[in-house]
């Protein structure tokens, strides 16, 4: 299989979790006998400083040109103070407008090998397998107006949650889907008891589960979800939710894993390239230290094996390999909970290596076999 991926590093600890991600595909390449090409763009603070923009147009063709698209982290505080339309996060905001991706795929899993970096105890997120399914183009991230004016005489603000219904349709569609082939039950969060958006979402939600009857459908109101997250993680199968919530309860949702750099995603288009990315930001406090965690940015990759390409058992190669490197007590300095850390790219080469050496291992079978 020959493929295109469109690599957008971005900013701070971006550049080197992306440079792990390639590494890693490189070496299932190579033991699948794949072809990836990657070809590399400008997107956030560092487009800004080179370009004048968060999202060059030649960024975009890139990836459109591409049969997916990885991607770093954008930010930092060195564009804080720009005005609104030209920070990094802007960059990230239009690439999925340009892109079309509505839905945004947060896995939530438990590791065991991890477990005690978690601050909650192991009974309550043992066995934990959770995919929170986010809305990612709607909302109050892109509702118009979204302005600062005077209101009675003095400063004031509006921002605008704004969807049309086929948007929530199907969202909350492709969650049913996805939980047809998981656990059969979807968690729909709103705050139906409060905004008349989320009657509509409940709604939608009700005469989308008509069509799926062996999936469980269940709602629960928003600051419910954020406590049920804690108290018992483990009830839930795929929850999906609107853009605002959902970037909320996925972040949340870390803490079952006790680290950010352990969760990766993915963003699914109408119809383009799907985009892949780790969903920890670029932590530019410890850019170039060689400390960061590479491991939600190398299962992105892995997501973007089976959902893009259909390669399902590469992905369990890397899915597999991260285990093993885990449960072998290699650790980053953010999951090592005070035992001896390994850095960025040594625990890349640790996968890198568990992926070939695996393969190595499987063919001196056959051959004595």
Not at 77 to 86: I, R, T
Not at 112 to 131: K, Q, V, W, Y
Not at 321 to 334: F, I, M, N, Y
Request: net charge negative; glycine share 8%; proline share 5%.
């Amino acid at each position: 299989m020959k493929k295109t991926i469109a690599v957008l590093p971005g900013d701070g600890i971006g550049k080197e979790v992306t440079r792990g991600a390639v590494s890693v595909l490189n070496a299932v390449g190579e033991r699948f006998g794949h072809q990836f090409t990657f070809n590399y763009a400008s997107i956030g603070g560092g487009a800004i400083d080179e370009f004048e923009t968060p999202l060059p147009d030649e960024t975009i063709e890139v990836c459109k040109n591409s049969d997916a698209v990885l991607l770093g982290a954008v930010g930092g505080p060195k564009w804080e103070n720009l005005p609104g339309d030209l920070r990094p996060e802007k960059g990230l905001l239009r690439i999925r407008k340009e892109l079309n991706l509505y839905a945004n795929l947060r896995p939530v899993s438990y590791y065991a090998a991890t477990a005690e970096n978690s601050p909650l105890r192991p009974e309550i997120i043992e066995g934990a397998d959770m995919l929170v399914v986010r809305e990612l183009t709607g909302g109050l991230y892109f509702g118009k107006p979204s302005e600062r004016r005077q209101v009675d005489g003095e400063d004031g603000v509006v921002d605008t949650l704004s969807y049309k219904k086929s948007e929530i349709e199907r969202i909350i569609r492709l969650a049913f889907e996805l939980a047809e082939k998981r656990g059969k039950k979807v968690t729909s969060v709103d705050k139906a008891n409060v905004l008349e958006s989320s009657r509509v979402w409940r709604e939608t939600a009700e005469e989308v589960a008509k069509d799926f009857p062996e999936v469980k459908v269940e709602h629960m109101l928003v600051d419910n979800a954020a406590m049920q997250l804690i108290k018992n993680p483990k009830q839930f199968d795929v929850l999906v939710t609107e853009n605002m919530f959902g970037d909320i309860l996925s972040d949340e949702a870390s803490v079952l894993t006790g680290s950010l750099g352990m969760l990766p995603s993915a963003s699914i288009s109408v119809e383009g390239p799907n985009l892949y990315e780790p969903i920890h930001g670029s932590a530019p406090d410890i850019e170039g230290k060689n400390i960061a965690n590479p491991v939600a940015m190398i299962l992105s990759a892995a997501m973007m094996l089976k959902t893009s390409f259909g390669l399902d058992k590469e992905a369990e190669a890397i899915e597999s390999a991260v285990r093993q490197v885990l449960e072998s007590g290699s650790r980053t300095s953010d999951i090592a909970n005070g035992k001896k850390a390994i850095g960025t790219n040594e625990m890349i080469e640790e996968i890198k290596a568990t992926i070939l050496e695996n393969q190595a291992t499987l063919n001196k079978m056959n051959n004595n076999s």
